[in-house]
């Protein structure tokens, strides 16, 4: 058996052909979902980048691993101390380690554990292929290499083989010559020129005035990236250069397709397509960036086409990225591995059984601190550091009317915060209990200075916002924030 992981950056679901986008971002992608299942409500338990993937690979939540954030201490996964024998667990109990043991060879071509310094990330990988551009790829950049490997090795038998892609993450970089294919095509509806104004208003890292982060720079070897919406026709340009990125990609990945079956192995070939996390698209007044642990930064794309398995089917049932692990554990008639934290959805591969979970916990360390939940209709925000955005602590939405969070009902709703903060501390109570460490590494993040892109921008931000006319939020900021003016 042959499987292909394409491991897309950035990926919003909703900005997919296949998931019900008007633009055609998707074909080659889309051409999987027809003969695949579709997930439609697939969460990464911890964003964004560096905390998804080693939820994803090591089968456990950041609260378990301590990898919840991008930098101090909360970007180190745990040590076993002691208790470890001549190898690690992550040696025997990764995804791809375990894939090793049922007889596959496991390759990955991605720059991912350079750009973070995840060494972890290779554990389990017989073969690595570093990309050399630390997240700054583009396709072209990729897929030849792909390209190679495919056709040195595709007719063997039994490989895993991770491939990662990076366009639809900023900074928006498909080529200049690629043009654009959805010029004149129609915008999201909800973000009106009203709503833009009052993002405008809105304060914090990537928002309309700030799509650099804390200022409105602008890279020129990154035309597509504006450091500023002024008006909806940046908003177009935004926008287009996102779906672009996903339409460039989505190119190469046909190309992907074409060497597989130039090498005869395409048809029986199990593909999985997911990402690490999505995009704040204006969700928030935040652009370009994967921020909170919101709806839009965590809800990913998830296809999967397996040989034998359902096809053209969609799953509305509530799964964790890290739940993929035990779904190839029982695919494959095996055990899952004693650490994993996930559950099995094969059944939905393979007979179309309904076996959601009743509710997730998401969680975002390194722009703001927040845990959500996510359970019906219903997704409930807890935040305890606000990365400078001026959240209140409490944020509720009811997805099914409103997808882009712009009405908290959290004051209107009280019994239904209850219950969420009930499953948040069920779920808390139950990691606490489930491993051997006494600290939450969220707390971490925030007794050692706040989320790594917040700390230490505060005081040059104040004076941002006193020269764009913002002023009346500094004194609040610095309630919040005493300690960034010590």
């Known amino acids: 058996m042959r499987i292909l992981f394409l491991d897309l950056d950035t990926l919003r679901p909703d900005h997919l052909s296949c998931y019900g986008y008007c633009r055609n971002t998707s074909p080659n992608i889309d ?3 027809e003969r695949g299942v579709r997930f439609n409500n697939y969460y990464c338990s911890d964003a964004p980048c560096l905390p998804s993937r080693t939820a994803l690979m090591t089968g456990r939540f950041g609260i378990h691993t301590g990898v919840v954030g991008h930098g101090g201490t909360a970007a180190d996964i745990r040590l076993e101390g002691s208790p470890r024998g001549f190898r690690d667990k992550l040696a025997h109990q990764s995804i791809p380690a375990f894939l090793r043991s049922v007889g596959f060879k496991t390759v990955s071509i991605s720059p991912f554990a350079e750009r973070h310094s995840a060494w972890h990330f290779y554990a389990g990988f017989s073969e690595m292929h570093n990309t050399g551009k630390g997240g700054g790829e583009s396709a072209e950049d990729v897929t030849p290499t792909v390209l190679r490997w495919i056709e040195q090795n595709a007719k063997q038998d039994n490989w895993f083989l991770h491939v990662n892609y990076w366009d639809p993450h900023t900074p928006y970089r498909a080529p ?6 959805f010029e004149g095509e129609p915008l999201p509806e909800w973000i009106t020129a009203d709503v833009l104004k009052k993002h405008r208003e809105i304060v914090g890292p990537h928002t309309a005035r700030e799509v650099s982060m804390y200022t409105n720079r602008e890279n020129p070897r990154f035309p597509r990236h504006l450091g500023e919406i002024k008006d909806m026709r940046d908003l177009r340009r935004f926008i287009d250069g996102y779906d672009c990125g996903i339409r460039y990609m989505d190119e190469h990945i046909g190309q992907i397709f074409a060497g597989l079956e130039k090498q005869k192995v395409l048809d029986d070939l199990a593909i999985i397509i997911s990402g ?7 969700e928030f007044g935040i652009y370009g960036e994967h921020a909170t642990a919101d709806h839009p930064t965590c809800h990913i794309s998830m296809i999967i086409r397996w040989p034998g398995g359902r096809e053209g089917d969609v799953d509305d049932g509530l799964h964790y990225n890290l739940d993929l692990g035990p779904t190839l554990a029982e695919l494959f008639g095996k055990q899952p591995m004693p650490i994993w934290d996930g559950q099995s959805y094969a059944p939905v591969l393979m007979e179309g059984e309904d076996c959601g979970r009743d509710f997730l916990v998401l969680s975002q360390c390194a722009h ?4 959500s939940v996510r359970f019906g209709p219903w997704l409930y925000i807890r935040t305890y550091h606000d990365g400078y955005h001026l959240f209140p602590d409490e944020m509720l939405f009811n997805l099914n009317e409103d997808p882009y969070e712009q009405h ?3 004051e209107s709703n009280p019994d239904i915060c209850k219950d969420a903060v009930y499953y948040l501390n069920q779920w ?3 990691m606490m209990k489930s491993m051997p460490y006494d600290v ?3 707390w971490t993040v925030i007794k050692e200075g706040g989320p790594f892109h917040a700390k230490g921008h505060l005081r040059a931000y104040c004076e941002r916002l006193k020269q764009t006319g913002r002023s009346w939020a500094i004194p609040e900021l610095k309630r919040r924030h005493p300690r960034e003016f010590e």
């Open 31 to 33: 051409s999987i979902a």
């Open 176 to 181: 200049m010559d690629f043009g654009n294919p």
């Open 276 to 282: 690490d996390h999505a995009e704040n698209m204006g």
């Open 368 to 371: 703001v601190c927040q845990r």
């Open 408 to 410: 908290n009902l959290s």
């Open 428 to 430: 808390h109570d139950d």
């Open 440 to 442: 939450d590494p969220l």
